[in-house]
């Protein structure tokens, strides 16, 4: 998890009052901080990347005054309104195809503020951004800048300028093939046609998202005036890292400039501030943390939280601050009620229960599973549930199996929910690439699968997976896999029938019976499918459907 380094001086400013050491970490972990260190001059927390307006020392003492009760409720954010505009070409869709942007105007820096700024785009790269991928972050000097703006999606020679840190206008060709960040970041832009680009109306580059700025519009301590540009794949996150970004720079002192951002199909205005407001009983919060508190009390507790809270009757309507992106439903309302509370406050009790509670079978074979693989040399690989058509079917070379839709993902990576083991398993395989071989892992857990005649319509089922890659992966390597694994799980009668479907090569795979069922398939992997994962040595596997041997 991410860590940030505290000047106490600093610190002590933003949150208007000074604290003994004691009491800071006593604060620093009320706020759901890891307290790595308390020097004389400084602090070092960590924080969970569930919270990314803690991305900096600005969203910690704005928590932190609120916590303090020094300054409580929702946190006003005045938005100017757009004066100029970002042009959208019509081809980037296909490149990075978003972009929000703002200016900040009137921005009193130092080089302290400035390396604050510089270390929270970092943060929010890599928590909100996939390490760019998803979101990148470009601060520039406005005043250098002629607005408006153009995003294209261009050439690798058809512009060059000076990147940041450099000293020679190279192309988007050369920054990708001679440049540091460009061997780092390129394989994020390395399989388009085109790249995106940024360019004001004299047609001067700003930055080559998500690769690097134009030195031209470098930050210094004496900059002013600020133009910010985030794009991206998710709109989204787009959205939540621009609003926790402009906040931040709000409560430094800037003025906030809305940026009309003009698709080829929309218009835009960014940042905007406009949230959810929550309803929420009392009763609900009570029931959840085991108290009875009244209804002014926990108005109180969530003021302190930085909420708007109107209170009718027995039912409240809350209203975040729009740098809370974590807010997904009502329960993260009671766990700010516990943090404003104070967990020490909140008293355990043993549970009134009649029996002693015992581990069900399911997880009992799943922990015996484990201990065999562990025991074979495999290592454990733990996966999301969630997944997308490309991965699970198109890679794999199969058909689509009936499988569970997303309605609204949030992600083009995350659209549907598993419905095998195996492509999760080629996937860590294919994360880890550059990692010694051989690579022998495996994977218990569940897939989903579609089943009209349950309420929920679908059902979870436990499987096993395992996959072996190495230059002597081999049929005759995961058969012998397969024998140890039923062996140690008791199942004495089983026999093999020829499987010849992908994934598996024809000819060297088979279904595994037991009792005329098939509880599994095991073989050598196609080599067209170790082709579509960027594999290249051979890959033996196999997956047992545990939920049948349970049955």
């Not at 969203?59 to 042009?87: D, F, H, M, N, W």
């Not at 928590?127 to 998803?134: A, N, S, Y």
């Not at 050439?155 to 060709?173: A, C, I, N």
């Not at 787009?238 to 720079?249: E, P, Q, R, W």
Request: aromatic share 8%.
């Amino acid at each position: 998890m991410p860590i940030l380094t505290i000047k106490k001086d600093r610190f002590w400013q933003l949150i208007g009052k000074t604290l003994s050491d004691q009491e800071l970490t006593s604060l620093l972990h009320d706020l759901g901080l890891d307290v790595e260190e308390v020097s004389q001059e400084y602090f070092r927390v960590e924080y969970n990347p569930n919270r990314p307006d803690y991305s900096s020392i600005i969203g910690i003492a704005r928590a932190a005054r609120g916590l303090l009760e020094v300054e409580v409720g929702l946190p006003r954010y005045r938005l100017s309104p757009p004066k100029t505009y970002v042009e959208v070409d019509v081809n980037i869709r296909d490149v990075r195809p978003y972009i929000v942007s703002a200016i900040v105007k009137k921005l009193k820096l130092d080089e302290e503020k400035l390396e604050e700024i510089i270390n929270m785009q970092e943060d929010l790269h890599w928590i909100l951004g996939r390490d760019r991928r998803k979101v990148s972050i470009g601060l520039h000097n406005l005043d250098v800048l002629e607005p408006p703006f153009k995003y294209l999606a261009v050439k690798g020679d058809e512009y060059s300028f000076v990147p940041l840190g450099g000293w020679r206008k190279m192309t988007l060709e050369e920054i990708l093939l001679k440049h540091e960040k460009g061997l780092r970041y390129g394989h994020i832009v390395k399989d388009k046609n085109r790249y995106p680009l940024i360019i004001d109306s004299r047609g001067e580059v700003l930055s080559f998202p998500p690769i690097i700025n134009s030195s031209l519009t470098e930050l210094t301590p004496q900059t002013e005036n600020l133009f910010i540009d985030i794009t991206g794949t998710d709109l989204d996150l787009l959205h939540k890292a621009l609003n926790i970004l402009t906040t931040a720079l709000n409560d430094l002192g800037g003025r906030v400039e809305q940026v009309k951002i003009i698709y080829p199909d929309r218009v835009l205005i960014t940042p905007n501030y406009k949230v959810k407001k929550w309803r929420v009983e009392t009763d609900y919060i009570n029931s959840l943390l085991g108290l009875n508190l009244s209804t002014s009390k926990i108005s109180k507790t969530l003021k302190k939280m930085r909420f708007s809270v109107k209170a009718r009757g027995n039912k409240l309507t809350i209203t975040p601050p729009p740098y809370r992106v974590d807010i997904m439903h009502i329960v993260d309302f009671v766990e700010d009620v516990a943090i404003g509370l104070g967990y020490d406050l909140l008293q355990p009790r043993q549970p009134k229960v009649q029996t002693y509670g015992s581990l069900h079978i399911i997880t009992k074979i799943e922990e015996a599973v484990r201990e065999i693989m562990i025991g074979l040399g495999y290592v454990e690989t733990m996966n999301f549930t969630l997944t997308n058509e490309r991965d699970e079917y198109e890679k794999m070379m199969v058909r689509p199996h009936p499988h569970v839709k997303l309605l609204n993902p949030v992600s083009s990576d995350y659209t549907i929910l598993r419905t095998w083991i195996l492509p999760s398993l080629m996937r860590s395989l294919y994360n880890n690439r550059g990692s010694p071989y051989p690579q022998k892992i495996f994977e218990v857990g569940e897939i989903v699968e579609p089943h009209p005649d349950v309420p929920e319509k679908a059902v979870r089922k436990m499987r096993l997976g395992c996959v072996s890659c190495h230059t002597d992966a081999s049929y005759s390597e995961i058969k012998s896999v397969c024998e140890e694994i039923l062996k140690n799980l008791s199942i004495g009668k089983w026999s093999l029938e020829p499987y010849d479907e992908p994934p598996f090569f024809e000819g060297r795979a088979a279904r595994i019976i037991v009792d005329s069922t098939e509880i599994g398939y095991l073989g050598e992997i196609h080599p067209n499918v170790l082709e579509n994962w960027e594999i290249t040595l051979p890959v033996s596997g196999l997956e047992i459907f545990l939920h049948n041997i349970i049955s």
